[in-house]
Each structure stands twice: as C-alpha cells, then as structure tokens.
C-alpha cells in the first residue's frame, strides 16, 4: 500500500513562511495528479492546491492564492508546497494526495478522488 509522507510544518509566527514537502516512497507519480489539503480543529478537510501532468497545471483555493503555491521536482516524486504570509487562518494539519492520473478539474476538491495519502503534518501560526 502507498503511503505518502509529508515533511515540513511547525510552528510560525503570523507573516512567516513553511515549505511542505510530499513524497511516495518508491514510486513516483509521473502525469499525476498530487494535491494538498487542510484540516483545521473540528473542521472537514478542505483542498488547498494541486498540481497535474508535469505541472504546467495548478489550482489553488482562492483563500490561499497569491500566497501559496505548489510545485513538483522534475523527477515527479516530490510535490513541495511553498506557504508565505501565514495567517492564524492557516492553522491546521496539512495532507498531502495523489492519483496516478490526472484528476479532472471538477474533481479536484473532492478527497475521493485521491487514492493515495499521507498521515499529515501539522501547522501552527501563532504569535
């Protein structure tokens, strides 16, 4: 079973920055599909970015566009996700997904559209 793993949060103060990193032990996800999502406390998961084919296509939430932004290495096992001008909004465990296919647009922000996820890495912003 493909597990993926994310790397990455912590704490930080309101206006910093955090880069996730995602990746699939022993498998890559070339023309793919990898995405983030977003749990705050007591809340449901809700899609933050994702990123498609060799990564030309990228989508955000508009809650975080213009301050997050993902991309994948050129080797297609990493997905990063570069997080600037964090609010306390952004507080929350991140997780990372993947399809090997491209998910179509529509589907993006479902989570049954992933096959794959990692266990979550947990982001604070306090000051």
């Known amino acids: 079973q493909v597990h993926l793993v994310e790397t990455g949060g912590g704490l930080v103060q309101p206006g910093g920055s955090l880069r996730l990193s995602c990746t699939a032990p022993g498998r890559t996800f070339s023309g793919g599909t990898m995405a983030w999502f977003r749990q705050a406390p007591g809340k449901e998961r809700l899609f933050v970015a994702a990123i498609r084919g060799t990564g030309s296509m990228r989508h955000y939430a508009d809650s975080v566009k213009g301050r997050f932004s993902i991309s994948r290495d050129s080797a297609q096992k990493t997905a990063y996700l570069q997080m600037n001008s964090l609010q306390s909004d952004d507080t929350a465990v991140y997780y990372c997904?993947?399809?090997?296919?491209?998910?179509?647009?529509?589907?993006?922000?479902?989570?049954?559209?992933?096959?794959?996820w990692g266990q979550g890495t947990p982001v604070t912003v306090s000051s």
């Open positions: 997904a993947a399809h090997p296919r491209m998910v179509i647009v529509s589907s993006l922000s479902r989570l049954t559209a992933y096959d794959y």
